[in-house]
């Protein structure tokens, strides 16, 4: 069983930090292959197990800065399924990979699971396993189609480690009428903020309202335990922190191992995009804030008073 | 079949070439889902259970009915109509869109149509564009980002792509001006601005912007508004391609959450912050 693997990388052509993983689980269900869309340079070493990478170009004279866009990636996508025959694409979960995969759903015939925390074939037919009404039930969902789709979570599998790249094969793709019709007047990409990626982080911090707009508590924390920074809707709202660190339905889902909500009340929507969390740490000043109902561990206090200690006590701990 | 108004640009037209027209008909997807303040629960065969009776409109679809009379408004009059799909309860979603301001409503209601999964929704949906575009073209589809139930965010790309126009996800911004969309949107990676020639598709944020609250007087007056409801029969969707029966996708099993266990709560009396330390190391966390 062929399975693809889009290979998402910066505009430069740095992979993405959950391309690895996916590489892993690809080659846990079959035979990998990966797909690496558009001109940004192939890097010299790409995730162990890729018995091969095609390279999708994309004639984009008609749309210049195009090549990213949805339309044109699933089309490129499509074209190296159809040369390989493979019926299993796995794509990191992305708001960007969702419209990618809604095309190959809707054009292309195939059965799409989004948000995957695992992916197995069982009697050959793909198997994947997410957590729905925001974290609070599990299911296992079977794609009854000859080509499964899969949006695969930050974290569900651990990274392959990067091997000098495999054999190229070379494909060209030219858009579609509507890949074409997609202008790109600006696009922006944002520089890393030195910590983890947020949604495939093993540790995240959260400050919300009860920040008062201070994360330098957090950061302190996010220093010691090499977490990710993220942020409720209030303080994203209020200019706190950047728009992309919100966590939430809406926002970035989360589920890593340890989550800590500094000030954080834990609205429903908010709820949503954490609830899946492995261990739940709280500290809030209300003792009645909603998010001490679903906390493994829950601290009534002042957050200023008792992260600032923990991380003081972190550091004796471990010397 | 095209939504374009006219017989439309012809493929390989550039898309700069094409005129504007000076009023716009506008379709805004809005789905009724059960209340996520509520307990929701899946049944034996992995549905959801939408039969709580505590379902209301979900919330990014306000934003997307509140971007669509704001364009609306913007082109001096332009024609709103709400489009929801679902059970008896689903009308409740379109007639909040009435009453915000939308002109009109369509609800596809039919049996066949139940367990459809992302991409069937998007077929049915798609059909009933169509089907509106008879009556007079259709130049903008608005939708919110995702559905507060499903949250798979797969159905504005595939009504997109089954209705043959451009989608422009995740706005935060929209801009509908000389014929054309301008879309504003933030990635996990990017910020971009991205423009398309009408017709489109625009899924919005919410944060897109603050959806207008009905008074008395709209409410009342939506209640006049026309409501049409269409089976799969009249949109010309054979039932087989839909609902249960099409589902590309089949839960095999469905479990809630097991409670979270040996859960601590403690009040600081000034060492909190020490036994939380204690704590993490203790569970390997740190």
């Known amino acids: 069983m062929t399975v693809l693997v889009l290979l998402d990388h910066t505009d430069a052509g740095e992979p993405r930090a959950t391309a690895p993983e996916l590489v892993a689980l690809a080659c846990s269900l079959g035979e990998a292959e990966g797909v690496w869309v558009g001109a940004a340079p192939l890097p010299a070493q790409l995730p162990s197990g890729l018995a091969r990478v095609h390279r999708v170009a994309v004639a984009n004279d008609w749309a210049p800065e195009g090549e990213h866009v949805a339309p044109v990636v699933s089309e490129a996508v499509a074209a190296v399924v159809d040369a390989t025959g493979a019926s299993v694409v796995l794509l990191a979960s992305t708001f960007e990979n969702k419209d990618v995969a809604a095309r190959l759903g809707a054009l292309h015939g195939a059965g799409v699971v989004t948000d995957a925390d695992s992916v197995a074939v069982e009697h050959g037919t793909v198997v994947a396993g997410k957590t729905v009404l925001a974290g609070t039930w599990t299911t296992r969902v079977e794609v009854v189609a000859p080509l499964a789709v899969v949006l695969v979570k930050a974290g569900a599998a651990d990274a392959a480690e990067p091997a000098a790249a495999p054999e190229v094969v070379e494909h060209a793709v030219a858009p579609s009428y509507v890949g074409g019709l997609v202008e790109v007047v600006e696009r922006t990409e944002r520089a890393g903020t030195g910590r983890p990626d947020l949604a495939s982080a093993q540790t995240v911090i959260v400050g919300g309202r009860g920040t008062e707009g201070d994360f330098g508590p957090l950061e302190e924390l996010a220093d010691e335990l090499g977490a990710a920074i993220g942020a409720t809707r209030v303080a994203t709202d209020e200019g706190w922190i950047a728009r992309e660190a919100q966590v939430g339905q809406t926002g970035v889902t989360v589920s890593p191992r340890l989550y800590i909500g500094a000030g954080v009340s834990g609205a429903v929507h908010h709820r949503g995009g954490m609830q899946a969390a492995g261990t739940i740490v709280a500290v809030n000043n209300d003792p009645d804030a909603p998010i001490f109902e679903i906390a493994d561990y829950g601290i009534v206090g002042d957050l200023f008073e008792v992260l600032p200690q923990a991380t003081a006590e972190l550091r004796r701990l471990r010397g | ?286």
């Open chain 2, 1 to 286: 079949m095209s939504i374009v108004r006219g017989g439309g640009t012809k493929v390989g037209q550039p898309a700069r070439c094409r005129v504007t027209f000076p009023a716009v008909r506008i379709v805004v997807a809005v789905k009724h889902v059960p209340d996520i303040q509520a307990d929701r629960t899946l049944g034996q065969d992995g549905r959801l259970a939408r039969d709580g009776g505590d379902g209301t409109l979900n919330e990014v679809d306000e934003n997307a009915v509140e971007a669509a009379l704001v364009v609306a408004e913007s082109a001096g009059g332009a024609e709103v109509i709400a489009l929801t799909m679902g059970p008896d309860d689903a009308v409740d979603a379109a007639r909040r869109a009435l009453q915000m301001g939308a002109d009109s409503a369509v609800h596809v209601l039919d049996e066949a149509a139940a367990g459809s999964d992302a991409l069937g929704t998007a077929h049915v949906l798609a059909a009933a564009v169509r089907k509106i575009a008879e009556d007079g073209p259709v130049d903008l589809v608005v939708t919110g980002m995702a559905a507060t139930d499903g949250l798979t965010s797969l159905v504005p790309a595939a009504l997109a792509a089954e209705l043959g126009i451009v989608a422009l996800t995740l706005a935060v911004d929209v801009t509908v001006a000389d014929g054309a969309v301008v879309v504003r949107r933030e990635l996990d990676h990017a910020d971009e601005t991205l423009r398309a020639a009408l017709p489109a598709l625009v899924s919005v944020s919410d944060r897109a912007n603050e959806a207008r609250y009905p008074n008395f007087a709209a409410i009342m007056a939506a209640r006049k508004k026309p409501v049409a409801v269409w089976s799969l029969a009249d949109l010309g969707v054979p039932p087989d391609e839909v609902g249960s029966a099409g589902a590309r996708t089949r839960i095999l099993a469905a479990e809630p959450r097991p409670a979270r266990k040996d859960r601590v709560l403690v009040t600081d009396t000034g060492d909190a912050g020490a036994q939380l330390a204690a704590y993490l190391v203790e569970h390997k966390l740190a």
